[in-house]
């Protein structure tokens, strides 16, 4: 089964500093999407940014940008600059298409990152 | 272009009642994801709907089911409520089955007292 971890419950950053967010994920495919999910205290999910498995080159989106090791199964999220608003809880999630049409996307426990003034 | 809406955004029910959330993608996306979010689980998928028909389902018992309309509208169902099923109720909208661009709604935050 396709698992999704995420080993920082919390972390801390100052702000205008960097910090990257850990995830790790179990999987036999070789075809499939990964992404971080940013969820603030509103609860509304946002997609911050996604990498495609075939893609070796690392995405990024601005401030925010990615460290994927397709052997390692690695997936982190650095955040270059951080700001104030950067303050939520971050899912890292994994999405494949088992066959047909088996789409499902599953997530990490979230890592919830506090940004200090 | 309005985001996935979702009503209501908060609902208290009592064990032994069902509930009926609904959920409205974005215009021209026609594929409807539910999951759900407690402290406990983290997010669960829950089901997807494309072209009014169930694509996929997660683990869940048939207590909670939904279905899709032919203008892409969700609606999602528990019947016989528990305790455990006090949760964040999540529905995201992409423009075709499948697709990696999954868009959010605020959710519906479901009591069961």
């Known amino acids: 089964a396709q698992t999704v971890t995420q080993s920082q419950p919390e972390m801390s950053v100052q702000e205008a500093e960097t910090v990257t967010l850990s995830c790790t994920y179990d999987t036999s495919e070789s075809d499939y999407y990964l992404f971080w999910y940013k969820q603030p205290p509103s609860r509304q999910m946002i997609l911050v940014i996604r990498q495609e498995a075939y893609k070796q080159q690392n995405a990024t989106e601005n401030r925010f940008s990615v460290n994927f090791q397709k052997a390692a199964k690695s997936f982190s999220l650095k955040i270059s600059d951080s700001q104030l608003g950067d303050a939520a809880m971050y899912f890292c999630a994994y999405l494949f298409n088992s066959g047909g049409s088996n789409y499902k996307l599953t997530f990490g426990k979230g890592t919830l990152l506090t940004v200090n003034p | ?113």
């Open chain 2, 1 to 113: 272009k309005a985001g996935v809406t979702q009503t209501p955004r908060y609902l208290i029910k009592t064990r032994g009642q069902q509930v009926t959330l609904s959920c409205s993608p974005i215009s021209g996306h026609r594929s409807v994801s539910w999951y759900q979010q407690t402290p406990g689980q983290g997010l669960q998928f829950l089901f997807e709907y494309f072209s009014e028909t169930q694509r996929n389902k997660g683990n869940f018992p048939g207590r909670f089911s939904g279905r899709q309309f032919s203008n892409s509208r969700s609606e999602m169902n528990v019947s016989t409520l528990e305790l455990g099923d006090s949760a964040l109720y999540l529905c995201a909208s992409s423009i075709r089955q499948g697709t990696y661009e999954q868009y959010f709604g605020p959710g519906t935050r479901l009591t069961v007292t």
